[in-house]
């Protein structure tokens, strides 16, 4: 059995490994000149199930995007670990892609040169680099793109770029922060929908950070709910939703019933964290 | 043609038709402004009799130097100050009111240090020159979105690939742009220091035939030069419009 349909399998019968866990972690900041030194994250425990779908939501600057840099190795903890497939995180480790919120494609290369720069790294053969990036092409819907420059795309289509050129390496974790961010609601749902297809194709395993308590409900298997700075998780909800799940879920009372539940722990935090952003602005 | 390009055009030759008119109906006299047509006889003259061809080699000659010179340690000076923070706080008050030194009155100790020549027209044109591409340099630099660095390290590209396949190409348009300027002051820094302080060139030449009253040569070289100041303009500008970054933009 190789490794996807095994994700895929475990995935059903709810006996899933753990692909990544935080012990203790935490992230503090020196001192700008004349404040505090800040606390921005933690202690944050978490262990993410190989396979699974996982959101965070949380109020703006409670440290998620501090989060994601420890968890893909772009930036160390201050103190606690990180792992990745039991090994310690140190850099980025092999079969992390991350997708930034921010537009990552390369201006200067066309729509198919930006995914097959996402494989210069393996060593793989010209035959098998091809396959990879026309898979990708036709998963995220380029084909008819393969030529453009990302200034002749919308938005929407960099950002299916930038999600392709990180499926091209296979990775095992899919890393997404905020990647909607900058899209209308329609584009997100119908994103969000090709991102379950995508996860359910790969079996990889997804850590999703979002500001859309929408989003996360509607998307994920599991919720993480985090604090005000220093972020931490107040709360982690199962969403129960069936693995073949679409944007259509938003009409199930469940599922209001899930935001609700969340807006309810979230709303004492962004209050809070509204509080502290004043504090340091006067 | 598009219709930007056509009226460019339209301007050109609408202006070279009034000069000429205003020459040929006297109300420019001969010995003030000779007609476009005379000017354009007078450099086919020039070029086919070949009495200036070593003024003009020599000229473009340092042209060449001066602006590669500028170009090359302007962009090395630029990545310095960019990796270097304290040099960088410390020298960009200085670059920032650099051009309201008139760089010319170094010419005497260029001449001390290099002797009268091309080497003391070179080092005081690269002076002119070189601070474009510095500044260019630096703004493409900071200009570079810091996703793109996240995304190198994601890749795992170690510090050269970044810089080779990343950060570079990221900052291509700002470093065209500081060439394009470079060159211009290339330009300038060394006819205009052949001009007044020279003996040999196109400028010198310019300046003679101007103390002589020989206008015929003097249009004839200065239309030279605006041809090829001109052309390397059209060739710059359409290798920038080339660049992938710039295609949208340009639709």
């Not at chain 1, 503090?28 to 190989?50: C, M, N, S, T, V």
């Not at chain 1, 060593?123 to 026309?134: F, G, I, M, N």
């Not at chain 2, 009799?49 to 602006?67: C, E, K, V, W």
Request: hydrophobic share 45%.
């Amino acid at each position: 059995m190789d490794d996807v349909s095994h994700q895929v399998s475990a995935r059903e019968t709810g006996e899933q490994a753990i692909i990544a866990k935080l012990s203790g972690v935490t992230r503090d900041y020196p001192a700008a000149r004349g404040a505090k030194p800040l606390h921005a994250l933690g202690p944050i425990d978490l262990e993410l199930k190989q396979g699974e779908f996982f959101s965070v939501v949380g109020p703006s600057g409670c440290g998620k995007s501090t989060l994601l840099d420890i968890l893909t190795g772009l930036s160390p903890p201050t103190a606690g670990t990180a792992t990745f497939e039991g090994k310690r995180i140190h850099g980025v480790p092999d079969g992390v892609g991350v997708v930034f919120q921010e537009d990552a494609t390369f201006p200067w290369l066309d729509v198919e040169a930006n995914l097959s720069f996402g494989l210069k790294q393996l060593q793989l053969s010209a035959r098998e680099r091809q396959d990879r990036v026309e898979q990708a092409l036709r998963i995220m819907g380029l084909v008819g793109f393969r030529s453009a420059f990302p200034a002749q795309l919308s938005g929407g289509m960099r950002q299916r770029v930038c999600i392709a050129r990180t499926l091209v390496t296979q990775p095992r974790l899919i890393v997404l922060d905020e990647p909607f961010g900058s899209l209308d609601q329609q584009t997100r749902l119908l994103m969000g929908d090709e991102l379950l297809r995508i996860w359910r194709e790969t079996g990889a395993t997804v850590f999703f950070i979002t500001h859309s308590i929408d989003e996360a409900v509607m998307l994920s298997d599991r919720v993480g709910v985090m604090s005000a700075r220093p972020g931490t998780f107040i709360d982690m909800l199962e969403t129960g939703w069936a693995q073949k799940r679409d944007s259509r879920n938003v009409a199930d009372p469940h599922f209001g019933k899930l935001t609700g539940q969340i807006w309810g722990k979230l709303r004492g935090e962004a209050l809070r964290q509204m509080q502290l952003q004043n504090d340091v602005a006067l | 043609m598009r219709p930007p390009g056509l009226l460019a055009a339209l301007i050109v030759f609408g202006a070279i038709g009034l000069l000429e008119t205003a020459c040929q109906t006297g109300l420019l006299q001969h010995s003030v402004v000779l007609p476009p047509s005379e000017i354009a006889a007078s450099l086919w003259n020039i070029l086919q009799s070949g009495a200036f061809n070593r003024a003009i080699f020599l000229t473009l000659s340092n042209i060449f130097i001066t602006a590669a010179l500028a170009i090359f340690f302007g962009f090395v000076v630029g990545v310095l100050l960019h990796s270097v923070s304290y040099l960088r706080a410390g020298l960009e008050p200085f670059l920032a009111s650099y051009y309201a030194i008139p760089t010319f009155i170094f010419y005497p100790v260029f001449i001390v240090l290099f002797g009268v020549g091309s080497a003391s027209i070179i080092a005081i044109s690269v002076l002119l020159a070189i601070v474009a591409m510095i500044t260019a340099t630096l703004s493409g630099l900071d200009r570079i979105p810091i996703v793109l660095r996240k995304t190198a390290k994601v890749m795992r590209l170690n510090t050269l690939e970044t810089a080779v396949s990343i950060l570079l190409p990221s900052a291509l348009p700002y470093l065209v742009t500081g060439a394009r300027l470079a060159i211009a002051y290339a330009f300038i820094g060394v006819i205009a220091s052949e001009f007044i302080l020279s003996g040999q060139g196109v400028g010198y030449a310019i300046s003679y035939a101007y103390n002589n009253f020989d206008n015929q040569t003097m249009y004839g070289l200065i239309l030279l030069i605006i041809l090829i100041v001109v052309g390397t303009n059209m060739l710059l500008d359409a290798f920038d419009r080339r660049q992938p970054t710039q295609t949208a933009r340009n639709r």
